[in-house]
């Protein structure tokens, strides 16, 4: 039921920012108004706690948009916020590139759970999926009782190097802003002038800090380590 759920929900995100002419609403697949298997679908992969493979065939809806991009814009580039809102229902992760290929037989998948998008009379304009994978299973390691042995095995990870990132803010913004973006547009964050800076190692969270400059460069003062984001 978690999977279900979850995959509900993220139709329901990916719906509400789908760049349709109607507004469409979620609904339970009917197999005999399903796409046909050489149907072209945008697919993408997501990457996190809870990993997915999320599917959208959603040509005829997007056409307008689509059009209104004009050369050059795939439908994969115009579906990307909407995979990403439907992507946010997961946590924290990585959404790789979006690309487009037949749907094939995904819809058949026992673990693929999927779903009809339909306008104000019930008729399908899009159809979404999504199969959440199985995190693989940690391997286990004996606890050592040693402590020279837990010594040693620090100190060989003790030069192993960690990107850091220091993040200030974000926005969101739909297709048709990000394509008119030219040199001087200001965007607006999600965040206040003055508020401290997160630092990322790995994609989590593991400090929060005070911009400052150092010699014309930036820098991060840290104000804040944030106990539970384990590397």
Not at 13 to 36: M, R, W
Request: hydrophobic share 55%.
């Amino acid at each position: 039921m978690t999977t279900l759920t979850t995959a509900g929900a993220a139709a329901e995100q990916l719906a509400a920012q789908l760049p349709s002419a109607t507004p469409l609403t979620v609904a339970p697949l009917d197999a005999a108004l399903a796409p046909a298997a050489d149907a072209a679908c945008v697919r993408a992969h997501f990457v996190g706690a809870t990993s997915a493979d999320l599917m959208v065939v959603a040509d005829d809806a997007v056409a307008a948009a689509l059009a209104a991009a004009g050369d050059g814009v795939s439908a994969a580039e115009i579906l990307r916020p909407a995979l990403e809102a439907a992507a946010s229902t997961l946590g924290a992760g990585v959404l790789d590139t979006a690309r487009s290929e037949p749907l094939g037989d995904a819809l058949a998948d026992a673990e693929t759970e999927a779903y009809a998008l339909v306008d104000a009379a019930g008729t399908p304009q899009a159809w979404f999926a999504m199969r959440v994978r199985a995190a693989a299973a940690a391997p286990t390691v004996p606890a050592s009782s040693d402590p020279a042995a837990q010594r040693a095995r620090m100190r060989v990870l003790q030069d192993v190097e960690l990107v850091l990132t220091a993040e200030i803010g974000r926005t969101r913004l739909p297709m048709r802003q990000v394509l008119d973006l030219v040199p001087g547009t200001v965007l607006e964050l999600d965040r206040n002038a003055g508020a401290p800076a997160d630092v990322m190692v790995n994609g989590r969270l593991v400090a929060r800090g005070e911009v400052v400059v150092i010699d014309e460069d930036y820098g991060i003062r840290i104000s804040e380590i944030v106990s539970d984001g384990a590397i």
